[in-house]
Every structure is written in C-alpha cells, then in structure tokens.
C-alpha cells in the first residue's frame, strides 16, 4: 500500500519530457504529429499556438486565425504575455508527463517551451527522420500551390472553435512506416484541413532597408561606440540570418561584447516585427584607437591650422 501512495507521489511530481518536431513550414509536421506522440506516449502537443490533448483543443489560440504572416508567427511563438499565461496556467495544471512542441527550427521550440516554462527538449525530431522526401515535396506543394494547412484535431473540434477557416478533413491510418500501432486492425486517426487568412493573401516580409535600420538602431542602442561598416541579409523559409561587420574601439571586451549585441538584434527585432532571426553573425572588421582628451586636443590645433593657413593663403 505504502509503495502504491509513493510511486503515485512520485508521477505526480515527475518532471516533464519534452520532444519536438522541426521541419520547415508547409513539410508536414501537424499532418504527421498525432502519429508521433502515439508512438512514443507523448500526452499533448503544441502546435501554431494551440495546447492539444486527446483530439482536443484545451488551451490557446490557433496561428492559422491570424491574419497577417507576421501575426502567425508571433502566435506561434506564444509572444502575447496573455496568451501564454492562460496556456502555461493549463500545463501547469494538467501536469503533462509528455509534451510535443512542433516548430520550424529548434530554436523555435526552445523559445517555445522557455516561454511556457517547460523544459527544454530532451528529444528533437526532424521531419526528415520521419517522412520520405517524396512526402515531404507533396506536403509542401499542398501548402504552397493550394494553401493547405492542417490541425491535428478532429473536424468537430475546429468548427467548432475556428468555423471561418475550417476546409475539410481527412483520416490517415496508423498501421505503416514508422508509425506501426499496437493494435493489429490499425487506428483511424483525423486531421482538418484548413486556409487561413495570411495564406490566401501570402507572406508578408519585411524589407532590407527596413531590416538595415533597425540593425543600425540596435546596435546604436547596445553599443554605441560601435561603428556598423555593413549589413548582409539573407532569408529562408526558416527566417532572416544577419550578418553584421562592425568596427571597435581598442580595449572592448570582444567576447561579451558581441555575445550581447547578437542577443539584443535578435530580442529587439523579434518583439516588433514577429519575423524569426535565425541567426547573427559579428564580424569585427577593424579595432579602432580611442581618441583621448590629448590625441582632441592635437586634432582641434591642426585644425584651427590649418584652417590659419587656408586664410593666409587667401
């Protein structure tokens, strides 16, 4: 009796496990994820800003709603204080022993599951580990040719709750690949398919000159001491990756100094944009003197020279 009281004290106050599922966006991650967590028990999934449980949706709201991309992506990310406390409040409750976080890049899900105080994943799954490319292509021209997205929920639950975007629905039997069920005769699992806004109006980017300035304004903020001599930019379906040359001042702690400006870029154009930074590179391109009081001093006096012997010479 007494280890029956603590084994149950016990799975009470276990910790959670995290697993994700990354692939790029349109690959097929929400079509394959119930697949997923049957087969390794996982309990519920979050996924474009829904916690799902048992076919059902019990908390947050869906990305697909939005209607600008941006808008997507900052629901996905559980950016709205809001929104990812009245989701936290409901994990926080359920005590969920597995969780899937689904995300377009593993720093997303990391972001994700920081953001709704999990922990961060023990296990991360590509969507290449778990589908052919052929799927792969197929899902992804569904996405882009049709505009096709997929909630892993039964049609019920989303007309219910998202009856505007609803399409269609469709059953995939969990009986092949590396999904084979316990069960001999199969399961018949159901997904709905639906069209969001943003998807019938297409991606809303930010521009370069946009992207330069707010580059510039950062690192004004961060360090301005810092000189920018260039900004490259370069995006996928992943998001944006900057890379930034930069000049120093002689005796600046280099190390801390560019880990802090990397983070304040990304913090800082990720909260006002929605777009994903994938990543910041610092190139340090010169180190420059710092002028002293003495070295203005000199500077002023060969001026004010040269400025006497411009009027001399006049």
Partial sequence: MK????????????????????????TGKSFRSKLLAEQYNINAIIDDGLLIQDEKIMAGHSAKREKTYMGAVRRALFDDKEHRDSVAKVLKKSRFKKILILGTSEKMVMKIALRLQLPQPAKIIHI???????????????RQVEGKHVIPVPSIEVK????????????????????KSKNKKGKLLEKSIVQPEFSKKGRVEISEAALTQMVMH?????SP????????????ARGYK???TIDVPFGTQ?????????????DKIETYTGILIEEVSIVIDKITKVETSTDLEKKNKANMTRISLARNHE
């Fill in 218 to 222: 950062c690192v004004a903020e961060c």
């Fill in 128 to 142: 290449e580990d778990i589908a052919t490319q052929e799927e792969i292509e197929i899902a992804a021209k569904s």
């Fill in 160 to 179: 219910k709750t998202y009856p505007q975007i609803f399409s269609n629905s469709m059953h995939d039997f969990f009986s092949r690949g590396p999904f």
């Fill in 242 to 244: 900057l890379v930034v």
């Fill in 3 to 26: 280890t029956d009281i603590l084994q149950s004290i016990r799975q009470k106050f276990s910790p959670t496990t995290v697993y994700a599922l990354v692939g790029e966006s349109g």
């Fill in 225 to 236: 001491d810092v000189k920018v001599k260039k900004i490259a930019i370069k995006t996928d």
């Fill in 254 to 266: 280099l190390t801390g100094k560019v880990h802090k400006l990397q983070q304040y870029i990304i």
